[in-house]
């Protein structure tokens, strides 16, 4: 089935980078692309950004730009987020997800992973 | 402040149906899809309807979507204990060049 698994939580300072994963199976990895969305504590989804599986085209929130970069290692069939100038309000759930797009009219996500948590504190 | 406007609770006793709201704007509903996710307390979201009124495979009839010009609905019918979820729309924003999420209702099952 369908799998999105992502990597564990993490504690990191003011100022640090994080790099979460997300490992993908059971599906052709390049056809679809891959969201991320995140969740602070007691509060509603935001999202971030996605990246195509087939080329890694991003595209990112404007409020990140320049914070934030996703990847994709397409050998193992694995994304990434990476988060950089860590802040206490980037405190978090992360979520990838699998994207869909539909010719125009918009982008959905139908399978996602479980979470990672990411605690920045000093 | 979310760029959709959701009501942040909503309520219902069981079989009753209960219906939450989504208001946005011509950049993003009014003129893109909306897509309907649950979120069960503790876990991931879950895609419950697409493309405004679609449901995947395993997803109850109980559940329908519906848009009107740049707003949206969601109806659940037929209300049972396991509904109590937060539930959030979202749409693309071609403004923002970005997906845009509602804030989210908490629905409880009274």
Avoid: H
Avoid at chain 1, 56 to 85: C, F, H, I, P, W
Wanted: charge should be positive; include cysteine; aromatic fraction near 10%.
């Amino acid at each position: 089935q369908v799998q999105l698994v992502q990597s564990g939580g993490e504690v990191k300072k003011p100022g640090a980078s994080v790099k979460v994963s997300c490992k993908a199976s059971g599906y052709t990895f390049p056809n679809y692309g891959i969201t991320w969305v995140r969740q602070a504590p007691g509060q509603g989804l935001e999202w971030m950004g996605w990246i195509t599986g087939y080329n890694g085209n991003t595209n990112y929130a404007q409020k990140l730009q320049g914070r934030v970069t996703m990847s994709t290692d397409t050998s193992t069939s694995t994304a990434y987020l990476e988060l950089r100038s860590l802040r206490s309000d980037d405190t978090a759930v992360y979520y990838c997800a699998r994207r869909l797009a539909e010719a125009g009219m918009g982008y959905y996500m139908d399978v996602w992973g479980k979470g990672t948590t990411v605690i920045v504190s000093s | 402040q979310s760029v959709l406007t959701q009501p942040p609770s909503a309520s219902g006793t069981p079989g009753q149906r209960v219906t939450i709201s989504c208001s946005g704007s011509s950049s993003n509903i009014g003129s893109n899809y909306v897509y309907w996710y649950q979120q069960l307390p503790g876990t991931a979201p879950k895609l419950l309807i697409y493309r405004n009124d679609l449901r995947p495979s395993g997803v109850p009839d109980r559940f329908s979507g519906s848009k009107s010009g740049t707003s949206a609905s969601l109806a659940i019918s037929g209300l049972r204990s396991e509904d109590e979820a937060d539930y959030y729309c979202a749409a693309w924003d071609d403004s923002l060049s970005g997906v845009v999420f509602g804030g989210g209702t908490k629905l409880t099952v009274l």
